[in-house]
């Protein structure tokens, strides 16, 4: 199965995934430059070891997954200041463009209308740059 692809094939979590991928302008590793020059918050939700193996996102700010929708919810006294326009685009970015769909769906519901995620995640943007550099 292709990173950015999920079957139909009746497993709740990748009904889950469909539906919550329903609402969102996915992007696409080589537009997400394009997008951070326009103001796009990009966060990477990865693990710290996969961050160690891997490396940074550059421009990206770091969010623990399990605490992404507190740091980013403007109603929350724990947010970050960052997290003060509900109508800035945030793409969320995970390992691999799974959890992150889920996240963005999330980040959505709570008021974050343009919230939306990086398809293939880290790995595909990473992909992307070796073959071009």
Known sequence: MKQCETPDDGVAI??????????????????????????AL????????????????????????????????????????????????IVVVCNEGYSSSLAAHTLQRLGLTRATDLIGGFQAWAALRTLSG
Do not use: C, K, Y
């Open 14 to 39: 990748n009904r889950l995934l469909l539906e919550s991928r329903i609402g969102l302008e996915r992007v696409h590793p080589s537009d997400l430059e394009r997008e951070m020059a326009a103001g």
């Open 42 to 89: 990009v966060i990477d939700t990865r693990p710290v070891d996969q961050r160690d193996r891997d490396g940074d996102l550059p421009g990206a700010v770091v969010i623990d997954r399990n605490v992404l929708e507190w740091r980013l919810d403007p109603s929350s006294p724990h947010r970050l200041s960052i997290a003060d326009d509900p109508a800035r685009r």
